[in-house]
Every structure is written in structure tokens, then in C-alpha cells.
């Protein structure tokens, strides 16, 4: 596969110990465990809303869904007959 005198720093982990910092690579996942670790922090914050509002609000968004759509249809085919009625077509 590696062929030539150079052929171990030609592979994944010659390419790491040559092109990148090993210490701002460890660096760069400590942040990272400490990033995931306060955002699991954060979300144990959080007041999760229970069933029945859940359920609530749904049905609050499906029924506005609903009504936009009813209005955009019938925005829709009253625009089109009058750009008929103006084309003449």
C-alpha cells in the first residue's frame, strides 16, 4: 500500500504527529468533555412541560397550521382567478 522509504509518515498517524499539535489536539478535547458536561448541567435545569400541555399545545399549533393553510388556499385561488380574469386567459 505505503510504498518507498517514507511510508510510515505517509499514513494516518505519521500525517497527525506531522501536521497537527498534539497538545492543542488534547487541549481542544478537554473543552469539548467540558462542554458536553455543562450543557448536561443545563439541561437538568430545565422544567420539562408535562403531558396534558404538551398535548395542548400541539393541538394549538395543528389547529393554527390549519387555518394558515385554509387561508393561503384560498388567497391562492382568488389571486389566480383575478390574474385570469386581468390576462384574460
Request: hydrophobic share 45%; net charge positive; no cysteine.
Amino acid at each position: 500500500m505505503f510504498t518507498g522509504a517514507n511510508w510510515r509518515t505517509k499514513g494516518p498517524v505519521g500525517e497527525l504527529s506531522r501536521g497537527y499539535n498534539v497538545a492543542e489536539i488534547k487541549e481542544n478535547i478537554v473543552e469539548f468533555t467540558q462542554y458536553l458536561q455543562d450543557s448536561k448541567a443545563e439541561l437538568k435545569k430545565v422544567t420539562w412541560p408535562g403531558r396534558k400541555e404538551t398535548m395542548g399545545l400541539t393541538w394549538v399549533v395543528l389547529l393554527f397550521v390549519f387555518l394558515i393553510s385554509l387561508f393561503l388556499g384560498v388567497a391562492d385561488l382568488g389571486l389566480s382567478k383575478v390574474v385570469k380574469l386581468v390576462l384574460g386567459a
